[in-house]
């Protein structure tokens, strides 16, 4: 008996994502296409995975079943394949053998990533609550052009029916309350009534929105309830649709942020992560872009046109205009721009200083350290309070492998210097301005890597005599 509650009350969530995305125009899976810096599925499975484990979630693959699978494989859920793809109402009969053992199932769509956790337990908790054979997801549009209209039966919550767009008369066309595509459904009403779909339809395909007929005709109950906001159930069909839903998402996030103590000039121009974390009284700055899996630490101070990517950004940082950061760390106070660019696993230290038109690439400065200008330090392990000059570059590549460059603490790298790698300097060494230097240096002391200057007195003159006099000849 105790088994029997158990599995009438269990819960898997079904999210549709075989399709092809034709309205797109597109040759990609229509639910890996991006939205708030990541695909549109992962959006609705992040959603879903707040209701129910992982472990109780299938997704229904098809088209390129492979790239969908590993777009989202860390997420945990299950995997369905539906092949060939034959409508929603197949998608179902090809997920029943991993839905026994369920009492109930909700049936999301991949392509809305606006669900959110409290409509997805509106909709299973109204189904609860109504006994349901079959509930549905509505929303009432103002322009409900293309969607399917819900009729109910007179005022209440039963359902007569979903009628398709192409079907429906001209009073059916009146009616703005749409079907949104997500539903809950008994699990025994759908092993008992699913292979009754049929494909009498010019696309062929079995379609899930016939079960509301099938299960009214049967005398089991279909009801539906209203989404407080609609657009939340909203899929993105077209690019316009698709570039509507992520100004939505970010602009989204940042009132969240903001409320949170995060000020944010001109939020409308700023790109910013449904996944990204800000610590409050950070600012920032109109056209700024935080992708991926940033965070960002508190009085933090993010100027115009930076770009930072699955960064990690300390307490206290100043990005001034420009910055470029990828895959990398920034330290407590450090000070970064304008324009540098920080590749992928460079690290810098608390309180260091990275100035205009500098590259760095994977390496990691010291605290306090500072490379102020015109300089590349690629694969390089450099110390505290170092100084590296203007146009200092260290040479990591030989053509066929890369080397390291080391600078102890407390080095000052003078200008326009070559460090080939690979190389050591000593704790404290100096290196002289316009050196090329190819051995270690040992620590204190003074390198000089230069040719001898030499000077020919007048030979830039006989050099401009010559060139007149052939000239006049011509």
């Given amino acids: 008996m105790k088994a029997q509650k158990k599995t009438a009350s269990r819960i898997a969530i079904v999210i549709m994502a075989a399709g092809k995305g034709t309205r797109l125009k597109s040759r990609h899976p229509k639910v890996l296409h991006e939205v708030g810096g990541k695909p549109l599925l992962a959006h609705v499975i992040a959603a ?17 079943a492979e790239r969908v699978r590993n777009a989202v494989k860390d997420s945990g859920v299950n995997f369905v394949l539906q092949q060939p793809q034959r409508g929603t109402g197949h998608a179902l009969m090809v997920a029943g053998e991993s839905l026994s053992g369920y009492g109930h199932v909700l049936v999301l769509s991949g392509d809305a990533p606006l669900i959110t956790r409290q409509t997805i337990e509106q909709l299973r908790d109204f189904h609860s609550a109504n006994n349901a054979a079959m509930t549905i997801l509505t929303s009432i549009l103002p322009d409900p052009a293309g969607y399917g209209r819900v009729m109910r039966v007179g005022k209440g919550d039963d359902v007569q029916a979903i009628v398709e767009q192409k079907s429906a008369n001209a009073k059916q066309h009146k009616i703005t309350e749409i079907n ?22 010019p696309h062929g395909e079995f379609y899930l929105t016939d079960m509301a007929a099938i299960l009214r005709t049967a005398k089991q109950k279909v009801v539906a309830v209203v989404c407080e906001n609609p657009f939340e159930v909203l899929g993105g069909n077209t ?24 000020t944010i000039f001109n939020p409308e121009t700023c ?19 935080l992708r991926g899996k940033t965070r960002v630490g ?38 970064l721009g304008p324009y540098c660019h920080l590749r992928p696993a460079s690290d810098i230290g608390e309180g260091a200083r990275i100035g205009n038109f500098v590259e760095t690439k994977k390496m990691k400065l010291g605290k306090g350290s500072k490379a102020n200008h015109l300089t590349y330090l690629g694969d390089s392990d450099i110390g505290e309070g170092v100084n590296i000059g203007a146009g200092t570059i260290t ?36 290196v002289a301005a316009a050196s090329c230097l190819t051995q270690d240096v040992p620590a204190d002391a003074l390198a000089l890597g230069r040719a001898r200057q030499a000077i020919k007195q007048g030979w830039a003159k006989q050099k401009r005599d010559e060139r007149a006099a052939t000239k006049a000849k011509a």
């Fill in 48 to 64: 879903a995975t707040q209701v129910v484990p992982a472990s109780d979630i299938f997704a229904v693959i098809g088209h390129e």
């Fill in 180 to 201: 949104s595509g997500f539903y809950a459904f008994s699990i025994a009403a759908l092993q008992k009534y699913l292979q009754k779909l049929g494909t009498d339809n």
């Fill in 239 to 262: 690019r316009a649709e698709l570039v509507d839903i992520d100004h939505r998402m970010r602009m989204s996030k940042c009132r969240q942020l903001m409320a949170a103590g995060v």
């Fill in 271 to 289: 790109v910013i992560d449904s996944d990204l974390e800000i610590g409050a009284d950070t600012v920032i700055e109109p056209h700024v872009q």
């Fill in 298 to 335: 508190s009085d933090c101070h993010i100027e115009s046109y930076c770009v930072v990517h699955d960064s990690e950004i300390g307490n206290e940082v100043i990005l001034h205009p420009g910055c470029v950061i990828e895959s990398s760390r920034v330290a407590r106070k450090a000070i």
């Fill in 395 to 430: 040479c990591n590549y030989d053509g066929t492998a890369k080397y390291q460059t080391v600078i102890e603490d407390g080095v000052f790298v003078g200008s326009d210097t070559t460090l080939v790698a690979p190389i050591r300097l000593g704790k404290g060494s100096y």
